[in-house]
């Protein structure tokens, strides 16, 4: 091993612990801070179950929930975005990109505005919604496999159509809108074991399941005739891995809403930081989105308590401006 | 590295899992008394005599607050009426409407939490229950729902007596305004809702398209084919030349005179507008937002009175 390479190891290592204690600390800040005051000591006994009922249900019922809920919410995103921005070869994908984004907005704003006793199953119809749509874009992007190309356009098609179902209901129902705007933006208000149950199981496989497609993912960025070279099924793997992001991103848009910017620019900024070997790269991505959307979670509803700004404009207005600052000292 | 990595993976997916078959059966019992059915159809279980109730929507709180019942939470909100203003200032505030602070609630110690069906609300549900308290949704839709709602928190803060006082105030102020009137006999309105750019019609669905119909007026967007749930439908100007309103009633965010002349003098000029009636004789009014952009509960009769006044043309 050369120098050079030693070093990149080196950085690549102390970038991922770095990351992991930012998550660790992440997780515990956003335990131990909310609208009532806790101490340390009280949080700590509250997790170990000793603590009176009025603490538990905090700590146990609110903030714990809500924090697993960030960081698999955060997880899932950046690397949805990741595996897709590597197998469509498009630095511009996220997963708004294959449409389940849209599929979810629509199959969620129905509920809200047409059923809103029934809000309690915005999740699952968002679920339904956004598998719905990208098996759509799945559909029309099929050549013995996917096709990328084709998937961009099916993607950027379907988000149009199910786009002009949301604009429709905004319409007809505009004095209801408000309710939904809060889902729109992206957030965590009231998320709480339902929702942790809904998104472990589908959370599991695909991060498992994307990390441990991650060499393949490298030999797909050399083009599909090395790739097939090197013994990799291109087709298959390519269908797998886009597979696992929409159902990374399926799940997450599902219970967190239209959270942008996660899966975009999280793994760009990783990219930036690590290179993009993808056995480094997805891992990273990975638990700089959870710590990312933790921490923006946790000041969202402290700074101006008992407000609540949505977390996904608090990560525009911070990650748009420090993503623009890497690119221009990268430039350099 | 890769397998360290993964590692790393296994055990936090596994903690999660510790921490949800460990920890997510949190069912304290409800101090459930008795039994009721709430505006969504839901079977909820209250204590007979809340103690300590939160609410999440102004509209209920100022039902609740104007026959003596005191609040441990209220929503953030600026659109409280006057006469309660001062009553509530001092009650924690647990968030906007639509974004409700579960963890705030919570802290209050709330034995019933009182909302209105919207999707922040609803959602609650399961993580309150959780913990062991009842989420009442109380939707106020017409001049019915408002006395239902008065005998409702009546029973809550146990001021019945007071309850039946203002139910029944209202009642004979209610008789007295709509005596002189024959329902569907009255002048034709159109009811505007929102911006003078993006119209919308209330219809009857809509608390202030109920208030007209219960005045006699005949509210042209109730003709509309196609209507059946909404409360508002888009405006179609075709439809409005048509009908040919008599009146023309603007509900909107805010505004002042000046914005209300301004709008009246674009419509004479305007060749769309200019031959309808209301435009004609000038017949254009603005509701105030106070009333009409948010439920008035039980400034409902305030509320009839100005419509009263601009249907029948006694104001000048």
């Given at each position: ?18 990351l ?36 538990d ?28 921005q ?24 129905v ?11 915005v ?13 759509i ?14 998937m ?17 209901l ?22 709480s ?11 599991a ?108 404009i ?19 | ?10 055990v ?76 509530i ?65 009546g ?20 008789a ?50 196609n ?54 004789n000038?017949?254009?009014y603005q ?12 400034h409902?009769?305030?509320?009839m ?12």
């Amino acid at each position: 091993m050369s120098n050079d390479a030693k070093t990149k190891e080196k950085m690549r290592i102390a970038v991922f612990c770095g990351l992991c204690i930012l998550l660790v600390a992440g997780i515990f800040v956003s335990i131990g801070s909310g609208t009532v005051s806790l101490s340390v000591s009280e949080t700590w006994a509250a997790l170990l179950g000793e603590a009176d009922a009025d603490t538990d249900r905090i700590v146990n019922l609110i903030r714990l929930p809500r924090t697993i809920v960030t960081v698999l919410v955060g997880a899932n995103l950046a690397l949805a975005g990741c595996n897709l921005q590597g197998v469509l070869h498009n630095p511009l994908a996220d997963p708004g990109i294959i449409g389940v984004s849209a599929g979810a907005g629509l199959f969620a704003m129905v509920i809200m505005l047409l059923f809103p006793e029934q809000s309690a199953m915005v999740p699952l119809a968002a679920f339904v919604g956004a598998v719905l749509s990208t098996g759509i874009v799945f559909f029309l992007a099929w050549e013995k496999g996917i096709n990328p190309l084709r998937m961009i356009l099916a993607g950027v098609a379907v988000a149009t159509f199910f786009g002009g179902g949301m604009a429709a209901l905004n319409v007809f129902y505009s004095d209801r809108i408000q309710g939904t705007v809060m889902w729109m933006a992206g957030g965590f208000q009231g998320r709480s074991w339902g929702h942790v149950e809904m998104l472990l199981p589908y959370s599991a496989i695909g991060i498992i399941g994307t990390i441990l497609c991650a060499r393949s993912l490298n030999a797909l960025q050399l083009g599909d005739e090395l790739a097939k070279s090197l013994g990799v099924r291109v087709m298959r793997m390519r269908t797998i891995l886009i597979f696992l992001s929409a159902l990374l991103a399926a799940v997450s848009v599902s219970v967190a809403g239209m959270l942008g910017f996660v899966g975009l620019i999280v793994p760009h900024i990783m990219r930036l930081l690590i290179g993009s070997d993808h056995e480094y790269l997805l891992p990273c991505a990975a638990i700089a989105g959870g710590a990312v959307v933790t921490l923006a979670d946790t000041a969202a509803r402290t700074l101006f308590s008992p407000l609540e700004i949505p977390v996904g404009i608090f990560m525009s207005f911070i990650g748009g401006p420090f993503f623009l600052y890497l690119l221009k000292r990268r430039m350099r | 590295m890769k397998k360290y990595i993964l590692l790393v993976f296994v055990v936090i997916i596994a903690l999660a899992g510790y921490f949800l078959l460990a920890r997510g059966q949190h069912k304290l019992a409800a101090n459930a008394a008795v039994s009721v059915t709430d505006s969504t159809g839901t079977k909820v279980h209250i204590p007979a005599e809340p103690k300590r109730i939160v609410f999440l929507n102004a509209s209920n709180l100022e039902i609740f607050t104007s026959i003596g019942g005191r609040a441990v939470g209220r929503p953030t909100s600026t659109s409280y009426p006057d006469d309660i203003k001062e009553s509530i200032k001092d009650i924690p505030e647990v968030g906007m409407i639509h974004a409700p602070n579960l963890e705030k609630i919570m802290s209050l110690k709330p034995d019933l939490v009182v909302g209105t069906n919207v999707p922040f609300h609803v959602m609650l549900r399961k993580p309150l229950e959780m913990a062991g308290v009842p989420l009442y949704l109380n939707m106020i839709n017409s001049y019915e729902d408002v006395l239902k709602s008065i005998d409702n928190f009546g029973r809550f803060a146990g001021r019945e007596k007071e309850a039946a006082a203002k139910r029944a105030q209202i009642e004979k102020e209610y008789a007295a305004l709509t005596q002189d009137v024959q329902k569907g006999r009255g002048p034709k309105v159109l009811i505007i809702f929102g911006s003078p750019d993006s119209f919308n019609m209330s219809t009857k669905k809509s608390f202030g398209g109920d208030l007209a119909e219960r005045l006699g007026a005949v509210n042209i967007a109730d003709k509309a084919e196609n209507v059946k749930d909404s409360s508002y439908i888009p405006l179609s100007m075709e439809f409005v030349a048509k009908e040919n309103p008599d009146v023309v009633m603007l509900i909107t965010m805010g505004g002042s005179k000046e914005i209300l002349e301004k709008l009246r003098a674009n419509m004479r000029d305007n060749a769309i507008w200019h031959d309808v009636n209301a435009v004609k004789n000038n017949r254009v009014y603005q509701l105030p937002p106070s009333l009409f952009t948010v439920n008035p509960g039980t400034h409902t009769i305030d509320a009839m009175k100005i419509m009263k006044e601009y249907i029948y043309g006694e104001a000048k």
